[in-house]
């Protein structure tokens, strides 16, 4: 069913949202706070509002997705929300979805907080995730509308949930990136093909590690880090290896320092006897 949509924000990411639901066969309203971003979208039929509240008044749903928070409120601000779903999918801080949250709840609004796992041109396609948070009924409202932008998945009532759980993918992504470059430049300092290194070696012992980590997930939430696989003690001595062996080839080891610091904390503690999920009463 065609849906009117508000959508504030047209940078690489707002525009991609709109044509997608421009595609979807939706009545799409847009806005952004320099008007030619708009150009295109209007010449494929979506309809150029001259104010952001403008736009909020023509669609009973608004999409926000602006550099951050603080500029989505900035946008918001002149707006009447009264009766309106703002879906804020804008990059922030669980603490800053909740703040948002209330206040759009409070000029009458109901707000959902959204999260994006993927890159605009991955937007309407397969693979596409977007997180959501927010009160349950309002999101079944969208839910239809908002299905070709990406696979929704609802995350629970709080709004913060969106946000903190794409800060961990996020975080779980950057870590897996610190130690593609350190292996990567590890093989490159050799002259090694780091493409073929990546390929047939990296990506599938990555892939055999990760399938490991649900289970260590278990151990986490039972407080059990007895291990019959590898303890703290030689994870230590096997990552001091690896810092003098980086040194040894000319390369730096800065995005591996981190870890080797945190299993040299667990084990002078006494904890060397663990095995590595246990690392995360270090950091919490
Ligand atoms: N790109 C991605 O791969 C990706 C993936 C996931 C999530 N996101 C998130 O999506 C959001 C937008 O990202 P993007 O890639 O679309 O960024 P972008 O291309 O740099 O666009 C930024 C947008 O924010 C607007 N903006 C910035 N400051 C503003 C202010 N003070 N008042 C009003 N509008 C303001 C810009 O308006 P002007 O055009 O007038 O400057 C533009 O529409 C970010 O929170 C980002 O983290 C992006």
């Keep these: 069913m065609s849906e009117n949509i508000a959508v504030l924000g047209l940078g690489l990411m707002g525009t991609a949202l709109a044509e997608t639901l421009l595609a979807a066969g939706h009545r799409v309203t ?6 030619a971003k708009a150009d295109a979208l209007v010449a494929k039929g979506a309809t150029r509002a001259a104010t952001a509240a403008e736009a909020v008044a023509a669609a009973p749903l608004t999409i926000v997705c602006v550099l951050d928070y603080e500029a989505a409120r900035a946008v918001l601000d002149g707006a009447d929300l009264a009766g309106r779903t703002v879906l804020n999918l804008t990059n922030g801080r669980p603490a800053e979805a909740r703040a948002t949250g209330e206040w759009v709840n409070g000029r009458g609004g109901d707000y959902l907080d959204g999260g994006i796992m993927a890159v605009p041109y991955m937007i309407g396609r397969p693979g596409a995730l977007i997180l959501y948070s927010g009160p ?10 908002l299905k070709p932008l990406a696979e929704p998945r609802h995350l629970g009532e709080d709004p913060g949930l969106a946000p903190l759980y794409d800060l961990a993918l996020l975080t779980g992504m950057y870590g897996q990136i610190a130690g593609f470059l350190e292996a990567a430049a590890l093989i490159a300092a050799e002259g090694r093909p780091v493409r073929e290194f990546t390929e047939t070696l990296l990506v599938p012992w990555l892939h055999a590690m990760a399938s490991a980590q649900p289970r260590w997930a278990e151990d986490m939430e039972r407080g059990d880090y007895a291990t019959e696989v590898s303890n703290l003690e030689v994870n230590r001595v096997g990552l001091g290896n690896l810092v003098i062996a980086f040194e040894e080839q000319g390369v730096k080891p800065d995005l591996l320092l981190p870890m080797k610091e945190i ?3 667990r084990v002078a503690r006494g904890h060397g006897a663990e095995g590595l999920p246990g690392l995360i009463e270090e950091l919490r």
Excluded: L
Excluded at 30 to 35: A, E, H, M, Y
Excluded at 136 to 145: K, W
């Design 263 to 265: 299993v040299e904390r």
């Design 30 to 35: 847009v806005w952004n706070r320099s008007s």
């Design 136 to 145: 349950r009924d309002v999101f079944d409202r969208h839910e239809a509308t």
